[in-house]
């Protein structure tokens, strides 16, 4: 059972434009949303997160959004640049677990930013 | 500033080899730490958590363990290694505001 879906498994953008990487889920007790970067051979690389208090959170070039009633979050990236490159990760995770942070984790997207 | 290490990068082993992953965190106390796999072409898969030392749970039937000697020290062992245990291993702590951030990762290749 995939709780959390990452549906396009690459997505192809030009330099300057806008990325958007989605994900979904099926968990209603998931309530803190997180997206991360991995490079090949190594270890993924926090980006940014959202509570499901909100409905958005914004850092420099990567906003999150979260959409609770149709269970979706997206990350745009702009504007995309080469150094994107890499493999995003939508992970989620709920407030059950006494503390600890149990991360779902979506199969990922390969984004390829083209000069 | 809070540093995860985790050893080795790479390791190839034979099947039936035992296996032993370390992890260490620097620059807190108690953290929540996180074995996790990555299978080819997969997401991450949380194997093991630990919320304090000696305290272990594991989310997946497995040939693998974890156990926490010390505070900031988590270990991932297996006596006896079979070809699906092939992976790539990453080790995680999570903060208060339940931040996960992950160290560089073990290339676990078993022939």
């Known amino acids: 059972d995939q709780q959390v879906k990452q549906n396009s498994p690459s997505l192809s953008v030009q330099e300057g434009r806008i990325s958007i990487l989605n994900c979904d889920y099926t968990?209603?007790?998931?309530?803190?949303f997180l997206w991360y970067k991995k490079y090949p051979a190594e270890g993924p690389t926090f980006l940014i997160s959202i509570s499901s208090i909100k409905d958005k959170n914004e850092d420099g070039r990567f906003t999150v959004f979260l959409n609770k009633s149709a269970k979706h979050l997206s990350l745009h990236i702009v504007p995309s640049q080469p150094g994107d490159s890499a493999v995003y990760f939508c992970?989620?995770?709920?407030?059950?677990?006494?503390?600890?942070?149990?991360?779902?984790f979506g199969q990922g997207t390969r984004l390829t930013i083209n000069p | 500033s809070q540093t995860i290490h985790q050893w080795p990068a790479t390791l190839v082993q034979p099947v039936g080899s035992p296996l032993s992953l370390e992890c260490t965190v620097e620059?807190?106390?108690?953290?929540?730490l996180y074995w996790y796999r990555q299978a080819a072409g997969r997401g991450l898969q949380l194997l093991f958590y630990s919320v304090g030392i000696g305290q272990i749970s594991s989310e997946v039937p497995q040939n693998l363990s974890a156990s926490r000697p010390q505070d900031r020290q988590f270990i991932l062992s297996s006596k006896k290694l079979l070809l699906s245990d092939s992976g790539f291993y990453l080790c995680?702590?999570?903060?208060?505001?339940?931040?996960?951030?992950f160290g560089q990762g073990t290339r676990l290749t078993v022939v």
């Open positions: 968990n209603s007790m998931f309530d803190y």
């Open positions: 995680a702590w999570s903060r208060p505001d339940r931040r996960a951030f």
């Open positions: 992970a989620a995770s709920d407030d059950q677990s006494g503390g600890a942070q149990k991360l779902v």
């Open positions: 620059g807190t106390s108690n953290p929540n």
